[in-house]
Every structure is written in C-alpha cells, then in structure tokens.
C-alpha cells in the first residue's frame, strides 16, 4: 500500500564519518523517492528527488541510489551542519520514520 | 518555475470544518498527480492525501478517512482539501506537493 520503512530511526557518528540511511518501499515505485533533510523548526529540505538527483545548491556529499525497491542516502563525509533528521518519501504518499543523525 | 502557494487554514473549533485551497504555477498542472501532507512542530511529516491528475482516483491516510476529502479543479490549476469532523490531532501545518516541490504551507488549529 506504498509505505516505506526507513531504518535507522537514529544514528550516532561523529564528523567526517560516512553515513548511510535506507528505506525499503513495500512495492516498486521506480525511482519516484525523495530524500529530506528537516532541523527543528524548520520545514523539510529536499536533498535528493527521483532516488539520485541531487536537489541544485545541494552539496555533493550527499547521494541517492535504488536498488529494487531498497534506496539508501549516503552523507561521504559528514559535517557539523548534517546533524538533523532525515526522511524519505515516495512521491505523492507515504514517509519513512525518519532518521535522527546525532553526534557520538 | 513551480510554485504552490497554500490558504484557507485558520482555527476552528472540534467538529467543525475547513476548506484548504492550493493555488498551482509553473508546471501543467492537469498532467500531474498532487497531494497533501501536514506536519505537527516537532514530528515527522505525514502524508494525508493524493489526487491523480484527471481526479478519478484518490487516496487517503487512514486517520482521515470519511472525513478529508481531496480535490481538484485543473481549469483554475487548484488542489483542495476539504476537512470535516475535525479533531485536536489534525492541528498541523497542511502543504500542497507536487512530486518533490511544497508549497509554504498553512496552519490548521482545532481547538475550542
């Protein structure tokens, strides 16, 4: 029914890791999957759209990939500003749990 | 360049009503699938509700149901969300999206 399970719900790491987040879709959705980066008080940043595509102003640490109907958010090198929490969505439905990146 | 611009929401009381209205431009707006997701400060967002783009087909969340019905008018490139029975749990801040782009969004508040 186009839900997407999202794993971890939290992630501890420490600058300059490189951190990996997945999603799993119940079903294919091609590559119809969005990546959102949301600190608080603040409305969800697109990072990532059509599973790979990074967002323009983004940067390049961050990347998309699929799978089948597994996608993964990969941060190469995080930095100080990357501690947040992360979401994934399938276009017009469900979000993922959501990820909360915090400092070991 | 797209742009979804949200309105409509305000206070209204438990049980009460509220239509919500998206404004479209920017993009052909009858080729594509909307929806609506709502997001309370400090949780996750949650996805509410979506229209195919000829509006034969919609979809809702389950706690919405019976009582959220979304629509569209692709003449006046318009989304819809209109909400009965509302409830204290539906207070949110409601946005329109199209694939991976929102709009500013707008506040609902049930209270009495």
């Given at each position: 029914?186009g ?8 992630l501890s790491a420490?600058?300059?890791d490189r ?8 079903r ?7 990546w959102?980066?949301?600190?608080p008080g603040?409305a969800?940043?697109?990072l ?5 595509t990074?967002?323009s102003?983004?940067?390049?640490r961050?990347?998309?990939?699929r ?7 990969t941060?190469s090198?995080?930095?100080?500003d990357?501690?947040?929490t992360?979401?994934c969505?399938?276009?017009n439905?469900?979000?993922g749990?959501?990820?909360?990146v915090?400092?070991? | 360049?797209?742009d979804l611009v ?6 209204v009381q438990p049980g009460?009503?509220l239509?919500l209205?998206c404004?479209?431009?920017?993009f052909t707006f009858s080729?594509k699938?909307?929806?609506w ?6 949780e996750?967002?949650?996805?509410v509700a979506?229209?195919k ?11 919405v149901?019976?009582r959220?019905?979304?629509s569209?008018d692709?003449?006046?490139k318009?989304?819809?969300l209109?909400m ?8 949110a801040?409601?946005?329109c999206l199209?694939?991976?782009y929102w709009g500013r969004?707008t506040?609902?508040?049930v209270?009495?």
């Amino acid at each position: 029914d186009g839900q997407m399970t999202q794993s971890p719900s939290t992630l501890s790491a420490s600058v300059g890791d490189r951190v990996t987040i997945t999603c799993r879709a119940s079903r294919n959705i091609d590559n119809y999957l969005a990546w959102y980066q949301q600190k608080p008080g603040k409305a969800p940043k697109l990072l990532i759209y059509g599973a790979s595509t990074l967002q323009s102003g983004v940067p390049s640490r961050f990347s998309g990939s699929r799978s089948g109907t597994e996608f993964t958010l990969t941060i190469s090198s995080l930095q100080p500003d990357d501690f947040a929490t992360y979401y994934c969505q399938q276009y017009n439905s469900y979000f993922g749990g959501g990820t909360k990146v915090e400092l070991k | 360049e797209v742009d979804l611009v949200e309105s409509g929401g305000g206070l209204v009381q438990p049980g009460g009503s509220l239509r919500l209205s998206c404004a479209a431009s920017g993009f052909t707006f009858s080729r594509k699938w909307m929806s609506w997701v709502r997001q309370v400060p400090g949780e996750g967002p949650e996805w509410v509700a979506y229209i195919k783009p000829d509006g034969s087909e919609t979809s809702y969340v389950d706690s919405v149901k019976g009582r959220f019905t979304i629509s569209r008018d692709n003449a006046k490139k318009s989304l819809y969300l209109q909400m009965s029975s509302l409830r204290a749990e539906d207070t949110a801040l409601y946005y329109c999206l199209m694939d991976q782009y929102w709009g500013r969004g707008t506040l609902v508040t049930v209270s009495s």
